[in-house]
């Protein structure tokens, strides 16, 4: 199995211990670089990342961190000194405003396998974070990262280029939810998260303030919801989901 196109991998020699034996092996490994971000020609950020699409990131990075603003038209390229973004004029904003939003039990469940559908590069290296856009069971935007956080900007990225509506849509995620991931998931707009792995108390608070429905160690079968519960419509009479 190899990468697919959205991130790169290469193999590498190891050795390989088993049994009390060792022996020559060799194991694929997620790519990584470091690049510097620019902003109107000033050096922002010494950035670590996985090594494709990087403008999406730098403009989701900016954003995510206040550097620019929604109303502001930009554009980001690749140059020798790593990548720039330049605001170059003034921007129709996507309307953001969270809107009343409510998701079944049963299509939460049918999420717990996404991220492994959409990913060859998880099952090959095990070393990148994914994260997915998704509105009844269609996909509006994915993005994977070796770091859980620039999953979040180059969604945040994709959003802005693409003028992407998440009022209805669910942030299906791989990574661990701290407090931070709670707050970067609220600047995207949505009003779900679901994550395969567990929150931290911190990152349960963030999701209770934000007025964020959180939801931890999602499956096939099965999830944990830790807030706002009013936005999942759970169905008693099915046992498709325990909660």
Same mark, same amino acid.
């Given at each position: ?9 290469? #193999?590498?020699?190891? &050795?390989? +211990?088993?049994?009390?034996?060792? !022996? ?6 997620? *790519?990584?670089? #470091? ?10 950020? %010494?950035? $670590?990342?996985?090594?494709? !699409? ?6 989701? /990075?900016? &954003? ?12 980001? =390229? +690749? #140059? ?21 939003? $409510? ?7 049918? +999420? ?9 590069? %998880? ?5 990148? %974070? ?11 935007? /994915?993005?994977?990262d070796v770091s ?9 990225? #994709?959003? /802005?280029?693409?003028?992407? *509506? ?6 299906? =995620?791989?990574?661990r939810v701290p ?41 096939? *079968?099965? =999830?944990? &919801? =830790?807030?706002?519960? !009013?936005?999942?419509?759970?169905? /008693? ?7």
């Amino acid at each position: 199995m190899s990468c697919n196109q959205t991130s790169s991998c290469h #193999e590498y020699p190891c &050795l390989l +211990y088993r049994n009390g034996r060792t !022996e020559a092996s060799s194991a694929m490994l997620s *790519d990584e670089v #470091e690049w510097d971000l620019w902003l109107n020609g000033r050096c922002v950020r %010494h950035m $670590t990342s996985s090594p494709h !699409e990087l403008d999406v990131l730098a403009v989701g /990075y900016c &954003l995510q961190q206040g550097l620019i603003e929604d109303g502001q038209a930009i554009r980001a =390229f +690749y #140059e020798t000194r790593g990548v720039s973004v330049a605001v170059v004029g003034v921007k129709q904003a996507l309307a953001s405003s969270r809107k009343a939003m $409510t998701v079944t039990a049963e299509r939460l469940c049918s +999420y717990g396998t996404l991220l492994d559908e959409l990913s060859a590069a %998880h099952h090959v290296t095990h070393g990148v %974070h994914e994260g997915a856009l998704v509105q009844d069971g269609v996909v509006l935007a /994915y993005a994977e990262d070796v770091s859980r956080y620039n999953v979040l900007d180059r969604l945040a990225g #994709e959003i /802005y280029l693409r003028n992407i *509506d998440t009022s209805q849509a669910v942030l299906v =995620f791989s990574g661990r939810v701290p407090q931070q991931v709670a707050e970067k998931a609220s600047s995207l707009g949505v009003s779900c998260i679901a994550s395969r792995a567990m929150a931290t108390s911190a990152g349960i608070e963030a999701a209770e303030r934000l007025g964020l429905t959180l939801v931890c160690a999602l499956r096939s *079968d099965s =999830f944990r &919801l =830790f807030t706002h519960e !009013e936005r999942i419509i759970k169905s /008693y009479d099915k046992d498709l989901c325990s909660l």
